[in-house]
Nanobody, 123 residues
Framework: QVHLVESGGGLVQAGGSLRLSCAAS????????MSWFRQAPGKEREFVAA????????VYEDSVKGRFTISRDNAKNTVSMQMNSLKPEDTALYYC????????????????WGQGTQVTVSS
């Protein structure tokens, strides 16, 4: 079992930055592929970014490439996402998720989820 807790969301103006963090309670954090998903009101949940167990591989959704950077610190059991040049369309509830197999963009394949942290970008 993996318990995930996100933090770092908030209200920011367009063009601003936020840094999301996700703390995991597990003794085998490096075994897990960690991902960020988001869900805006009235829209389906979508994949945002992912990072492999030792941080050697990262994947990004096209709309965030060059603006968002995912990273992890296995010594602290945390995964973070630096979000720069934020746009109003980035407004959503952001979730971190974990799976202990290969990467997947399919949210339903992730057994462990945090409660989410709200990001609101004003225009």
């Amino acid at each position: 079992q993996v318990h995930l807790v996100e933090s770092g969301g908030g209200l920011v103006q367009a063009g601003g930055s936020l840094r999301l963090s996700c703390a995991a309670s597990t003794g085998t954090f490096s075994r897990y592929y960690m991902s960020w998903f988001r869900q805006a009101p009235g829209k389906e949940r979508e994949f945002v970014a992912a990072i492999s167990g030792y941080g050697t591989n990262t994947v990004y959704e096209d709309s965030v490439k060059g603006r968002f950077t995912i990273s992890r610190d296995n010594a602290k059991n945390t995964v973070s996402m630096q979000m720069n040049s934020l746009k109003p369309e980035d407004t959503a509830l952001y979730y971190c998720a974990a799976r202990n197999t290969l990467f997947s963009r399919a949210g339903e394949s992730y057994p462990y989820w945090g409660q989410g942290t709200q990001v609101t970008v004003s225009s």
